[in-house]
C-alpha cells in the first residue's frame, strides 16, 4: 500500500509540472549553450491580453541534423518556433564558417526541398556546406612563430601542444629557456613573489592537470635556480623543446604580401630574419611564418639617473638588477635603496639577507606594499577584488609594524565615510614581508624626499636632510619600455594585444594573470 501510494505521488501534477519545468531548463541550458536564441511566451505581442500578430510556438522539440555525405548527426533540444537562420549563425559562430555557405535540406515525401532562413526549423534536416560538427583548424602554410622562451613564450607553445599543433617555432637570445626576467634580471637571492596561486610554476588550470604538476619539494619561496628548473621541466613535459631554438636573435621582421600584393590578407607572410648568436660567422636564416607571437619582455631597460657628485661617493653605486648587486659588501653596511617599485622592496630584501646594518628607501612617495596574505587572495580571486576590502586586508600588517595607514597614503583616494575607494599607483605593489619586518625592527626606513646630489658616503636630499655613512646606493628607478621591439615591427601603434591592429601579429605587453 505505502509503494502504491509513492507510485501515485509520482504522478501527481506537481510533480509532473517539476519533472517538465526542469527539462525545460535543461533544453534552455542546452541552447544557450548552442547559442541559440530562447523565446520567452511573455514576449508575445499581445494588447489588452489578447495576442496580436504572428505567434510563436515556445515548447520544445528535438531536431536531427545530419552532415550531407557523412555519417555525422547531432540531437539538439530547440524551440518550435526556431528559425532556421539561427540555428545557422549558432553553428557558424561555433564551427567558424560562412552562414551563407550552409543550406539545411529537408526531406518532405518523396521530395527533398531547401529550408528558407525564416522558415521554422525542421524535425529532421540534412546539412550540406560543412565537413563535421567540429571546428575545423586553419591550415597555415608555415608555422606560427614565437619571440621569446621566457614565461609567456613558453605558455603559448605549451597551448599550442596541448591543442595538437605542432607547427610552431620559437626563438631566443639565451642559451636556456625561463627569459630574460629569470635568467638576468632576478639576482641570486630572487624569489617568487606571488606563488602558486598566479605565477609561472602553476601553468593555467588547463595546463597543470595534465603534464606538468606543481613541483614536488620546493621551498615555501621558490627561488630563481628552482624556477629556472621549472621552466626546463615543463618545456621538456610538453614536449616543445624542439621547437625552440636559442642563441639566436630575431634581428629583422618583413611582411611578405600575397599573389594580389596585399599584405592584409590571411595569405600574407611574415619573413623573420634569425642570426644566430653562437656561431661566428654565419649568416641569416631567413624564416616564413602566417603569424607572430612577441613576448619580448618588459624589463631589461633600466631608467638610468646621474646625481651631481657621484664621483666622489667613494663607495658602490648600482642599479641592483640581476647580479649587479655587491653582495660581498652588503654586510654591516648602511644601503640608500632609491625608488619604490616591487624592485626597490626586492633589493632591501637582498640587503637584508646578506646582514646589512640599515637600508633607507628613498622615494619622492611612499607607495602601497602588499603584505603576502593579501597579495595571494587578490591573485586568486576570480574577479578583481574592491579597493575597499584590499585596503582593510592591508590594515593589521600596516598596523602591526607601523607604516601607516593605508588609507592615508597617495595611492588612495577614498571617500570620507571609506566606503568607496580607488587605487591608483604607478608601480605594482611590492611584495613586502621582509620590507614590512625590517621597518618593525628598525633595519629599513623610508624616507620620502628625492636626492639632490652625492659626496663622500653621504646623500643629500632636496628635503634638507643629509643621510650620512651610507657606503653602497641602488638606484631601482623603474624600467623603461625597448623600441628595439617597436622597431623589429615597424609597429606605430598597439590595437589592444595587437600590432597596428594586425591580428596575427600579437605583442601581449603583460600578462594579467
Ligand atoms: C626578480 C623578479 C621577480 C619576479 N617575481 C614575480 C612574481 O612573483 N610574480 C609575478 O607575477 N611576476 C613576477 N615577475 C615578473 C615576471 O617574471 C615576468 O612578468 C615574466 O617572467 C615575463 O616573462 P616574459 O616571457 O614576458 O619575458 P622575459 O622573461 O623577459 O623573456 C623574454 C625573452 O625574449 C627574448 N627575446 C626578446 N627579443 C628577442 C628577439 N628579437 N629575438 C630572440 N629572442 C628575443 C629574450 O632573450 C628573453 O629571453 C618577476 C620578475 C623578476 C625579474
Known amino acids: 500500500r505505502p509503494a502504491a501510494m509513492a507510485a501515485d505521488r509520482s504522478r501527481s501534477p506537481t510533480t509532473e509540472l517539476a519533472v517538465a ?55 539538439f533540444p530547440v524551440q518550435t518556433c526556431t528559425r532556421v537562420l539561427d540555428v545557422k549563425e549558432a553553428l557558424c559562430s561555433a564551427l567558424m564558417v560562412d552562414p551563407f555557405t550552409l543550406e539545411f535540406l529537408e526531406k518532405r515525401g518523396c521530395t527533398v526541398r531547401k529550408q528558407r532562413d525564416t522558415e521554422e526549423i525542421a524535425r529532421t534536416v540534412t546539412v550540406k556546406g560543412l565537413v563535421s560538427f567540429k571546428p575545423q583548424p586553419h591550415k597555415w602554410p608555415h608555422p606560427a612563430g614565437v619571440i621569446g622562451a621566457g614565461y609567456n613564450g613558453l605558455k603559448t607553445l605549451m597551448i599550442y601542444a596541448k591543442s595538437g599543433n605542432s607547427d610552431i617555432v620559437c626563438f631566443d637570445r ?27 610554476v602553476w601553468w593555467g588550470q588547463e595546463l597543470v592537470q595534465e603534464n606538468c604538476g606543481y613541483p614536488q619539494g620546493w621551498s615555501t619561496w621558490p627561488h630563481k635556480a628552482e624556477i629556472l628548473r621549472h621552466f626546463q621541466y615543463a618545456a621538456e613535459a610538453y614536449g616543445i623543446l624542439p621547437h625552440i631554438r636559442l642563441n639566436c636573435n630575431v634581428a629583422k621582421l618583413d611582411i611578405l604580401p600575397d599573389a594580389a600584393g596585399s599584405t592584409d590578407s590571411m595569405d600574407s607572410q611574415y619573413l623573420l630574419h634569425v642570426a644566430p648568436l653562437d656561431k661566428q660567422g654565419e649568416g641569416e636564416d ?13 624589463m631589461t631597460k633600466n631608467r638610468i639617473v646621474d646625481y651631481p657628485g657621484e664621483e666622489e661617493f667613494g663607495g658602490e653605486i648600482r642599479y641592483g638588477m640581476g647580479d649587479d648587486c655587491p653582495y660581498d659588501k652588503l654586510a654591516k653596511t648602511n644601503i640608500a635603496v632609491l625608488g619604490n617599485g616591487a624592485f626597490a622592496v626586492e633589493n632591501v630584501r637582498t640587503c637584508c639577507e646578506y646582514g646589512c646594518d640599515k637600508v633607507y628607501i628613498v622615494t619622492r612617495r611612499k607607495n602601497l606594499a602588499a603584505p603576502r596574505l593579501p597579495c595571494w587572495f587578490v591573485h586568486q580571486a576570480p574577479v578583481p577584488v574592491p579597493g575597499r576590502l584590499v585596503l582593510d586586508m592591508f590594515k593589521p600588517m600596516y598596523d602591526l609594524c607601523g607604516f601607516g595607514d593605508p588609507w592615508t597614503f597617495y595611492a588612495v583616494t577614498a571617500s570620507t565615510n571609506r566606503q568607496h575607494v580607488q587605487i591608483s599607483q604607478a608601480s605594482r605593489f611590492g611584495i613586502g614581508d621582509v620590507t614590512f619586518l625590517a621597518v618593525a625592527y628598525g633595519k629599513c626606513e623610508y624616507v620620502e624626499d628625492t636626492v639632490k646630489r652625492v659626496t663622500r658616503h653621504t646623500l643629500h636630499l632636496n628635503g634638507g636632510r643629509k643621510l650620512e655613512g651610507v657606503t653602497i646606493v641602488l638606484k631601482s628607478l623603474g624600467l623603461l619600455g625597448d623600441f628595439a621591439v617597436d622597431r623589429l615591427h615597424r609597429m606605430k601603434k598597439m590595437v589592444g594585444d595587437f600590432c597596428g591592429g594586425d591580428w596575427r601579429r600579437g605583442v601581449p605587453p603583460h600578462d594579467t594573470g
Open 21 to 75: 519545468q526542469t527539462s525545460a531548463r535543461e533544453k534552455i541550458t542546452r541552447m544557450a549553450c548552442m547559442g541559440l536564441h530562447i523565446f520567452n511566451p511573455e514576449w508575445q505581442n499581445t494588447h489588452g491580453g489578447v495576442p496580436r500578430g504572428k505567434q510563436f510556438s515556445a515548447s520544445f522539440k528535438d531536431v536531427t541534423m545530419k552532415i550531407y555525405g557523412t555519417d555525422e548527426q547531432l540531437t
Open 174 to 200: 639565451n642559451a636556456q629557456v625561463g627569459g630574460y626576467c629569470w635568467i638576468t634580471a632576478a639576482n641570486k637571492t630572487s624569489k617568487l613573489q606571488t606563488e602558486f596561486g598566479s605565477f609561472h
Open 286 to 298: 631567413l624564416v616564413k611564418c602566417s603569424m607572430v607571437w612577441s613576448y619580448p619582455g618588459s
